[in-house]
């Protein structure tokens, strides 16, 4: 992964000594509160229901054993011993104290991290698919270029103050895993007729109030002009986007209102203009991509018999394996997912002494790294087979071993009304709930891939818009109702979920979503899945049995 | 008044001048409507004379006339109002501007790198007592990722 050099390390601690002197202005009054909040958000910190909220960046979703020591280090002597994983790759701690925010960041600092520009109206952390570099349908690792991108979005000082928040996403595989499309810029890594390897460009999509899929607004551009195109869009955007209402001022908006031809017209006048001197050169690509060189695999890895052994004497372990391992480029090798949705746990959150534990197993099994995922859990992407058996038992000790990776209890959710200030929902307890609901294994594989997404706001941090299942925490009169949609996805078959009907209350959520679940199973056919039955169907079989009662 | 040019303390010499006021003698500033309006009056202007943008206005307004202006005003009417910076970058990097660009309005201190980056030279303090904080903040980074103005 990629290693500080002194100038990114320089970069990382004046901005933490930058940050603990706005704070020292804000609490000498010397910032009004509108002033510092634009100034804490680009540093993470958020004010919410019961404390601060500080979100840290995770650029690209990949972090080291290090790495997660300090922030299991940071959940003890700042939190309360747990941490969150977002749907953006992140981390956040839900109950820092504001005054000691400049140490953490400082803390930090010290492991090459930060909290740089991971919420406000600028360019976020840059994220990607979690399998990068080890997938098997990856035509090239997107990572370097993502390193690329987060210098170039770094402290950029022209597109800091912009409309809104911009996030940019990047895959080089097959099946993206980043959804891309749902993203203000996706990038995917693809070839031309030539043979050549380049950029597919999309722009405009979004979540939240409003959501769109991304259009492709440049079919292919050359790698040597990644920077130049991204900064043609930035400009256009910052000079045009809507700056007259909060929630017409994402990119999505302007690309709608101005429509995607005259859109593209603009970017490309502005391109041809700047895009000669801008040129990423071949050594520069390559300097990057040293830093992502594929560790030292074990050549004889797949010559292992243990596990096929451990795979026909332990149907525990099988079930792991089937649902929480996914196939890895080099032979007798596995990516492990680490659940973060057991049962009795809030989707996404880790203890310290569970990120400690894992911090360890990184080191022992898969040379000291993992990544995050977009759906909030964790990946050890370099497991040898012969590792797997003894990689599972320690998660299983650990409850990171639910074998529900990619299943309807593999639920993304948002904090909600427990820790976010802009809730409508507990979202959390819903969560438990459907899981406490579906606590048949069996039940649950037979299902198979079916994506829950839910969200406490309009706001849509688990992306219920795209899930295959939708819900939305609303507010009416006081109270608790849930939208529910069918349809959604962030896949290559990017959609937006339908809405089902009218919410249901607080006490009928769970049982809509397991009739909707029995509709599935009862009249699916042969091998079908959720959503392609959904496709087939539409939703009215789902509706007239939610609805039945009403 | 003292103001921040090229990172040193120095003596403002430009009026701001109401759209509706009777020009001064001396340095004057005027808004973009009334540099579009009182154009050929204001070219025979015995001082220096500079226009203030808003952020709704367009740069491109200005560029065949870049020569004959002396000092660019980018008037903030918020901080969070980003057009200004990219109206900095396009005066500097687009239409090579040389003159004076002087942040006025309600910018923020911490905003004051970031402003130097896109080729703001010159800073108006809202108080006096600010101008040690507008040169300290101009080297609140060392290093930088990506090319801008400066």
């Not at chain 1, 939305?472 to 939208?483: F, H, N, P, R, T």
Request: aromatic share 8%.
């Amino acid at each position: 992964m990629y290693q500080y050099n002194e100038q990114d390390q320089t970069l990382v601690e004046e901005r933490a000594a930058q940050y603990r002197r706005q704070t020292e202005d804000f609490l000498k009054g010397e910032l009004t509160e509108d002033q510092f909040r634009a100034l804490r958000l680009r540093n993470g910190l958020y004010i919410q229901t019961h404390a601060p909220m500080l979100r840290i960046a995770v650029p690209y979703g990949l972090l080291n054993s290090k790495q997660l020591r300090k922030l299991a280090h940071i959940a003890r002597e700042f939190d309360k011993g747990y941490c969150h994983f977002t749907t953006r790759q992140n981390v956040q701690f839900n109950w820092p104290e504001l005054e000691r925010v400049p140490d953490i960041l400082d803390e930090l600092a010290s492991v090459q991290m930060h909290s740089i520009q991971t919420s406000g109206n600028c360019m976020r952390n840059t994220t990607s698919d979690p399998l990068a570099g080890v997938a098997i349908d990856e035509l090239e690792d997107p990572r370097p270029y993502c390193e690329i991108i987060r210098q170039w979005t770094t402290l950029h000082p022209e597109f800091d103050y912009l409309p809104r928040k911009f996030k940019i996403a990047v895959s080089g595989a097959q099946l993206d895993r980043a959804a891309t499309q749902l993203h203000d810029i996706g990038v995917h890594l693809v070839k031309n007729d030539q043979g050549e390897t380049g950029f597919r460009i999309l722009v405009g999509g979004g979540l939240g109030r409003t959501p769109v899929i991304g259009q492709v607004i440049r079919p292919f551009l050359d790698k040597q002009h990644l920077l130049s195109y991204l900064e043609a869009i930035l400009r256009i955007y910052n000079l045009f986007g809507r700056r007259d209402n909060k929630y017409k001022a994402r990119i999505k908006i302007l690309v709608k209102e101005t429509g995607l031809d005259k859109f593209s017209e603009l970017v490309e006048a502005e391109w041809q203009q700047i895009k000669d001197g801008m040129e990423l050169s071949d050594a520069r690509i390559a300097a990057i991509k040293a830093h992502f060189t594929p560790p030292a695999y074990d050549t004889d890895a797949a010559q292992d018999q243990s596990l096929a052994t451990q795979l026909s004497a332990n149907p525990a372990f099988a079930t792991w394996y089937k649902y929480n391992t996914a196939a890895h480029r080099v032979p007798g090798y596995r990516a492990a997912f680490i659940s973060l949705k057991a049962p009795d746990s809030p989707p996404g959150d880790m203890t310290d002494t569970q990120l400690d534990a894992v911090a360890d197993l990184a080191d022992r099994y898969s040379f000291g790294q993992l990544r995050s995922t977009h759906r909030q859990n964790l990946i050890l992407a370099d497991i040898k087979q012969a590792d797997l058996f003894s990689l599972w038992q320690a998660l299983t000790n650990l409850k990171l071993a639910t074998p529900n990776i990619g299943t309807v209890t593999d639920i993304i959710c948002c904090p909600g009304l427990d820790f976010c200030s802009l809730a409508n929902a507990g979202s959390i307890g819903v969560a438990k709930e459907i899981n406490e609901a579906l606590d048949d294994l069996d039940y649950v594989h037979d299902i198979g891939d079916v994506k829950i997404n839910m969200s406490g706001c309009m706001n849509g941090c688990a992306h219920q818009s795209v899930g295959h299942i939708g819900i939305l925490g609303v507010d009416k009169k006081g109270s608790e109702w849930y939208q529910i949609t069918l349809g959604g996805s962030s896949e290559n078959e990017a959609a937006i979920g339908e809405r089902l009907g009218p919410a249901v209350a607080r006490d009928e959520v769970t049982q809509a979503i397991t009739t909707i679940l029995d509709v599935y199973v009862k009249q699916r056919q042969e091998e079908e899945s959720f959503l392609d039955m959904v496709k087939r169907v539409g939703i009215t079989p789902f509706k007239e049995r939610v609805y039945a009662d009403h | 008044m003292q103001i921040i040019k090229d990172k040193a303390i120095i003596e403002d010499t430009f009026t701001t001048l109401a759209d509706d006021a009777e020009p001064t003698r001396g340095d004057i500033s005027v808004s973009l409507s009334r540099w579009k309006r009182d154009r050929e009056l204001l070219l025979a202007h015995p001082g220096k004379v500079g226009v203030r943008l808003q952020a709704s206005d367009a740069t491109a307004d200005l560029a065949d006339d870049l020569k004959r202006i002396d000092l660019i005003e980018l008037d903030f009417a918020d901080f969070a109002d980003g057009r200004l910076f990219s109206h900095a970058w396009l005066l500097r990097g687009r239409y090579h501007y040389q003159g004076e660009i002087r942040a006025t309005g309600h910018y923020l201190l911490d905003q004051i790198f970031y402003l130097s980056r896109v080729g703001v030279n010159a800073f108006k303090p809202a108080k006096a007592e600010q101008l040690a904080s507008i040169l300290a903040n101009l080297h609140d980074f060392s290093v930088k990722y990506q090319p801008s103005i400066v």
